[in-house]
Every structure is written in C-alpha cells, then in structure tokens.
C-alpha cells in the first residue's frame, strides 16, 4: 500500500487555513495525512481546531529559546520525529531560517495574501488598498531565504472594491486562501509539482484564461 503523505501545519493564530484543510481531508477532496499541527503560540486557536479533530499538536514557544537557531532545531526534530513529507505554513509569524529550509528542502509552502510578488510582508490588505490597487488576492509558494519570495505554485484573484477596509478585503482574500491552499497541497501529495528554475510546472493541470478588468464600465 502506498505510503500516506504526511503533513504538518505549523499556525500561530485563529487557524482558518488549517480548518479548510481538515475539512477537504475529512470529505475526501485532500489525501494526506495531518500527522501534526504545531504552533510558537499557546493561544493559538489553530491548536484548539486540531485538538477538535483529533491532531496530534505540538506547542513549541519561541520565547522558551533563547535563540532563533535552537528554536528552529526544535522544529526540526518535532517534525522530523514525525516523518513529515511537507511542511504547511498556515499564518505562522516566525521567520523560517536557513537550518529549516536545510532540512526540508522544497518541503515546506506557504499561504500570502497578496498577490505576490506585490506586497510581501505584513498588513498586506491595507498596504493594497492604500496603494489603489484594484485587485489583489492570494498566493501559496514555496519558501526559500526571502521574505515571500520563493516559487509560486497557485494564485487567485480578487477585486478591491472602493468601500473596502483591511478586514472586508482580508476575508474576501480568505474564502480563496481556503480554495487555493488545500488544491496546491494536493497537487504535491499527488507529485505533480516540479520546479524548473523559479517556475513551478503542474503536471497536467488547466489554466484559467479569463481576463479581468476593474471597473468593468
Ligand atoms: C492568512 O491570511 C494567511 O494568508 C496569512 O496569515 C493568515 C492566517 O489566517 N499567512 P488563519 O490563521 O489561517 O485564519
């Protein structure tokens, strides 16, 4: 029998991302394994979503070391321990150094809400409206040593309205972070994802060709 592909989310906050994915692998949709949830953070309402489905989860506080290397060693053997094919970065607020991408090389994603490579970094939604952006959106890509720089695997559009605040526009971002995330993990469970430079082919996959335009008229 084919080994179950197996994955860690690491979050630091409310965890809706992590939701989405233990919602498409309990209808099916997802064939992986949430082998482990860990968070740098003990009010982490990810831990509470876990818990609730049965995860095992891991709280490993940074603050309990005292350096960012020891810290990320932690990590590593937690997630080593547990024999995790791919790291999911949900919201997690922790910078990932070179001694964790040595470890899970091209092993380890992550979810923007933006549409990079516009506006890395934090308080992105206000940073695009404040910009008069007219779309921004999602993006999940791999890490590498920048910050939310790394390979993009999949994005989805959406438009900034005029009476949007950073909250209106972060949860219109958010319905498609839960589309796009638990689609890009899926693809890598299936093997389907190559790198050729900084390109991320899809094996077999369709593309949208749709053109947007904000305003329309
Ligand atoms: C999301 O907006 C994600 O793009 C960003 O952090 C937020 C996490 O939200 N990296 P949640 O904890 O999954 O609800």
């Known amino acids: 029998m084919k ?3 197996r994955i860690a989310v690491l979050a630091s906050g409310g965890g809706t991302n992590l939701q989405s994915i233990i919602d498409q692998q309990q209808c099916g949709k997802l064939s992986v394994d949430v ?12 831990l509470v979503r876990a818990q609730q489905a049965g995860i095992n989860t891991l709280c490993i506080n940074h603050r309990n070391y005292s350096t960012r290397h ?18 999911v970065l949900a919201g997690f607020m922790r910078i990932i150094t070179p001694v964790m991408l040595k470890a899970f090389p091209q092993r380890i994603i992550n979810i923007h809400p933006a549409l990079l490579p516009a506006f890395p970094g934090l308080d992105v939604q ?10 921004s959106g999602c993006t999940v890509h791999f890490v590498d040593a920048g910050v939310d720089t790394g390979p993009i695997i999949i994005q989805a ?27 890009a993990i899926q693809w890598l469970a299936e093997g389907r994802v190559k790198i050729d430079d900084r390109k991320v ?8 060709v749709k053109t947007l335009t904000n305003p329309t008229h």
């Open 3 to 5: 080994k179950p592909f």
């Open 201 to 208: 082919i899809i094996s077999d996959s369709t593309s949208c």
């Open 35 to 46: 082998a482990l949830v860990i968070s740098n953070n003990p009010g982490a309402g990810a």
């Open 70 to 87: 020891d810290f990320d060693q932690a990590l590593i053997n937690a997630l080593q321990q547990a024999d995790i094919d791919l790291v």
């Open 157 to 183: 559009v959406v438009p900034i309205l005029p009476e949007d605040s950073a909250a209106t526009l972060a949860e219109r971002i958010l319905e498609q972070e839960h589309r796009i995330y638990p689609q």
């Open 126 to 135: 206000q940073q695009a409206i404040d910009y008069g952006a007219r779309f």
